[in-house]
Nanobody
Framework: QVQLVESGGGLVQAGGSLRLSCAAS????????MGWYRQAPGKPRELVAT???????NYADSVKGRFTISRDNVRNTVFLQMNSLKPEDTAVYYC?????????????WGQGTQVTVSS
């Protein structure tokens, strides 16, 4: 199976920046996309950004222009550069990997990393 290890979360003041990393290991054959989701207290988990095998990207409207997702194909790692952070960005951020096998899509999740933005 695919294992995901996240790092880079922490505490930052509003307007600051953080860079999250997520490394995939294990059965990585068939991975078609990786991305980041987040869940704030009392709110459902939401998509933040995704990047496909072809490196096309998709962003939530709330982070468009502030966050940038990228990947290192050699190291099977996805990054999320977060700039101009706002208090409303405070959440647990989860790395996600989608794997396509025999026409079936599988989802894998990291353990989550806390991002806290203070005013």
């Amino acid at each position: 199976q695919v294992q995901l290890v996240e790092s880079g979360g922490g505490l930052v003041q509003a307007g600051g920046s953080l860079r999250l990393s997520c490394a995939a290991s294990g059965s990585i054959f068939g991975i078609v996309a990786m991305g980041w989701y987040r869940q704030a207290p009392g709110k459902p988990r939401e998509l933040v950004a995704t990047i496909t095998r072809a490196e096309s990207t998709n962003y939530a409207d709330s982070v468009k222009g502030r966050f940038t997702i990228s990947r290192d194909n050699v190291r099977n790692t996805v990054f999320l550069q977060m700039n101009s952070l706002k208090p409303e960005d405070t959440a647990v951020y989860y790395c996600n990997t989608k794997r396509l096998l025999y026409g079936v899509e599988y989802d894998y999740w990291g353990q989550g990393t806390q991002v806290t933005v203070s005013s």
